[in-house]
């Protein structure tokens, strides 16, 4: 799931001869700009084709793609959460690569004929690049606005460096991150073209850290996709059609206490869980529903016959048949003190990579939210510090992000307002 900075790709890459960023990527992604994106009729058209790869997003917005899917559509079925370090010296590079991404992200998400001119594409998705739904949704991290670029005063207000929380077990080499670029697309090797791409056009500029992919699971049989341990996750989220909902819960506004530029961006946390799948099987199924608060085969709250209920607390201040201290309780207590911070959007992925470096079962989820405040996330994970579920979980990874605004037209760029003077 993880790849590291590996040392062989350092090699790989100068035998490549990735251009250094300023000599040869700012170009190469002006030339990216030019290549031909598929007409208005076929990204029209590919609304009723999701299966061959036309389907694509706009890329233009007040906010990024990526992070609302109104239904009935659903999220992608695949995902890459890359986090990179910035390697440029200063904020002119740093401008420029923001350039250079904005041409790569708008041209790989509508798809296209590659330039003659600049790296080559590598062809991996044949002669003409499909967008096959794809959505890069870039994010930057608290370090970004240490020294180097002249950034702190700009720094969202509640954008940190995630701490450990108890019972997680970070490794330092899959956390944090300058840049995160969530990849979301209909098939694998859309992901890697990008990814690859994305390399390919900023040289040096970005030195991946950490890598997590991911994978939704079909429903089964119907409705909510399950997650690894069995149980339905991701039901009650905000409805991402209701632009009232996102509003308040998701996107920031133009006026409140964050910087001016931060408008129509969103804080997202991400975090690399690892589940314990063998003792988690071995647990009764009534047992694991109350660890998380509602029924395995159905998603029910526990009293109910069905997920599409939501539930309720009023009458069971006791936790009888939801436990107080079960997951989704916990999460949400439905109580006047925990009212601000129990809504966030949720867009977890899958994972599995077994066996490890030990040869035992690595299966667990990329967890994934998003919320206008990110205390809200903290305070949160803050309440489900001692779950029970704690017993068959190990968070071992991720960080805090700022999703940076979209991208409004052909002039602008990603985190103009940020670094633009
Ligand atoms: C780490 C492993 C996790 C697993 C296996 C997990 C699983 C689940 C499941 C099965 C549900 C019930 C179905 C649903 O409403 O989606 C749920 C609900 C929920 N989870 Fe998690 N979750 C995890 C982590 C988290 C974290 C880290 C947070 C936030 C800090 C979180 C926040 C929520 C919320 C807000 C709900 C809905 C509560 C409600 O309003 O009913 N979950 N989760």
């Avoid at 009729?41 to 590919?46: L, N």
């Avoid at 990849?183 to 890697?192: F, I, K, M, Q, Y």
Wanted: aromatic fraction near 8%; charged fraction near 20%.
């Amino acid at each position: 799931m993880t790849d590291r900075s590996p040392d062989p790709r350092e090699s790989a890459r100068s035998s490549l001869g990735r251009r250094s960023f300023l000599g040869g990527a700012l170009a190469a992604g002006a030339a990216g700009a030019m290549a031909s994106p598929l007409t208005a009729d076929a990204a029209r058209a590919a609304g009723a084709a999701a299966s061959d790869g036309t389907t694509s997003h706009p890329f233009y917005g007040v906010h990024q793609a990526g992070i609302d899917r109104p239904p009935p559509t659903q999220a992608q079925p695949v995902a890459s959460f890359v986090s990179f370090d910035v390697t440029v010296p200063g904020r002119r590079e740093l401008t420029g690569l923001f350039r250079v991404l904005t041409e790569r992200a708008r041209f790989l998400t509508s798809g296209g004929t590659p330039p003659g001119t600049g790296p080559r594409d590598d062809r991996l998705l044949g002669g003409t690049v499909v967008p096959d739904g794809l959505t890069v949704t870039a994010a930057v991290g608290a370090s970004l606005f240490d020294g180097r670029y002249g950034l702190a005063a700009r720094k969202p207000v509640q954008l940190e460096t995630m701490r450990a929380f108890e019972h997680d077990d970070l490794n330092p080499v899959e956390c944090h991150g300058d840049l995160l670029l969530q990849l979301c697309a209909g098939h694998r090797d859309v992901l890697v073209h990008a990814f690859l791409d994305v390399l390919a056009h900023t040289g040096d500029a970005l030195r991946p850290r950490w890598r997590a992919d991911g994978f939704l699971n079909p429903p089964r049989p119907s409705g909510t996709p399950r997650d690894m341990l069995g149980f339905k996750d991701g039901i009650a989220n905000p409805d991402t059609g209701n632009a009232q909902q996102m509003n308040q819960q998701v996107w920031i506004p133009p006026r409140t206490n964050e910087p001016a530029w931060t408008a129509g961006g969103t804080y997202q946390a991400v975090r690399i869980v690892r589940f314990f799948v063998e003792q988690w099987n071995k647990v009764p199924v009534g047992e694991q529903e109350r660890v998380i608060g509602r029924r395995k085969v159905t998603g029910a709250p526990l009293y109910g016959t069905d997920e599409s209920q939501d539930p309720v607390y009023t009458n069971d201040p006791q936790g009888r048949v939801t436990p107080l201290n079960s997951h989704i309780r916990l999460a949400n207590p439905q109580t006047p003190d925990t009212a601000s911070t129990s809504a966030l959007l949720r867009r977890s992925y899958q994972y599995t990579r077994t066996p490890d470096p030990a040869g035992d079962v690595n299966i667990g989820h990329v967890f994934c939210c998003y919320q206008r405040e990110l205390n809200t996330y903290i305070a949160m994970q803050t309440r489900l510090e001692n779950e029970p579920l704690v017993e068959y979980i190990s968070p071992t990874g991720g960080g805090y992000f700022f999703v940076l605004p979209g991208v409004r037209n052909g002039e602008d760029y990603y985190a103009r307002g940020l670094v633009g003077t």
